[in-house]
């Protein structure tokens, strides 16, 4: 079956300029997680989906980041306006919801670098 | 609330020798615990999960590690390193619940010497 696929897979901007990642998780994944990857760190969850409603946006910086996932399937996820310390890779990643120990399945990631 | 600790940001060995990376969690719940593999310029791919069953996982790649609740650990060990081995290595936490988040630790990159 085919992975997550995530676009563009590196981006390069300047500060205060916004940007947009889409993603489109494995076919039937009711769920769909993006994280944020600063270089020297573990992922980090900005948003979590189930179908097209937002489970957990707690640490989504909510001033500058925006994400949405209409029909319960794509996803994208927005900055406007970047920040330096928002380079990083940015990680979307989908599970099932079928059964205790299901598996999260990542895409390659996008990675951005705001100078 | 969880967490994960990993010992040692990089981590060198010899090709052939045995692989140790260390990782120990806290959590409030019974945890599943994960190991992933990230190599350059790629997601992350999953090397073994626990999930309440057997304490001695075995996973990809010649992978195991052994889930030890009295010491809150969960280390990832491979006999025998190989130079594709090398790559950074994420230990990761979630509870019970199945479309709970996964909460990483930092990473170790392990570097393979020929």
């Known amino acids: 079956e085919a992975g997550v696929a995530q676009s563009p897979r590196y981006k390069i901007i300047e500060k205060r300029q916004s940007v947009a990642f889409w993603c489109n998780p494995i076919?039937?994944?009711?769920?769909l997680y993006w994280y944020q990857q600063i270089l020297g760190q573990g992922p980090k969850l900005l948003i979590q989906?189930?179908?097209?409603?937002?489970?957990?946006d707690s640490q989504l910086p909510k001033d500058r980041f925006s994400a949405e996932r209409l029909k319960g399937v794509d996803s994208t996820l927005k900055i406007q306006p970047a920040k330096l310390e928002d380079s990083a890779v940015y990680l979307c990643?989908?599970?099932?919801?079928?059964?205790?120990?299901?598996?999260?399945?990542f895409g390659p990631g996008t990675r951005l670098t705001v100078l | 609330a969880q967490s994960v600790t990993q010992l040692g940001s990089h981590v060198s060995v010899s090709e052939g020798a045995l692989v140790l990376l260390r990782c120990n969690y806290s959590?409030?719940?019974?945890?599943?615990l994960f190991w992933y593999v990230q190599y350059p310029n790629q997601g992350l791919q999953l090397l073994l999960k626990?999930?309440?069953?057997?304490?001695l996982v075995k996973g990809i790649n010649g992978f195991e590690a052994e889930f030890k609740k009295s010491e809150t650990s969960f280390h990832l060990t491979k006999p025998s390193a190989h130079m594709s081995d090398a790559a950074e290595y994420f230990c990761?936490?979630?509870?019970?619940?199945?479309?709970?988040?996964?909460?990483f630790g930092k990473g170790t990159r392990l570097s393979v010497i020929a």
């Open positions: 990643a989908s599970s099932t919801n079928r059964g205790l120990g299901n598996e999260q399945f």
């Open positions: 076919s039937g994944h009711a769920t």
């Open positions: 989906f189930q179908n097209n409603g937002v489970v957990d």
């Open positions: 959590s409030s719940v019974p945890p599943y």
């Open positions: 626990y999930t309440s069953a057997a304490t």
């Open positions: 990761a936490v979630r509870g019970f619940r199945g479309n709970t988040p996964l909460v």
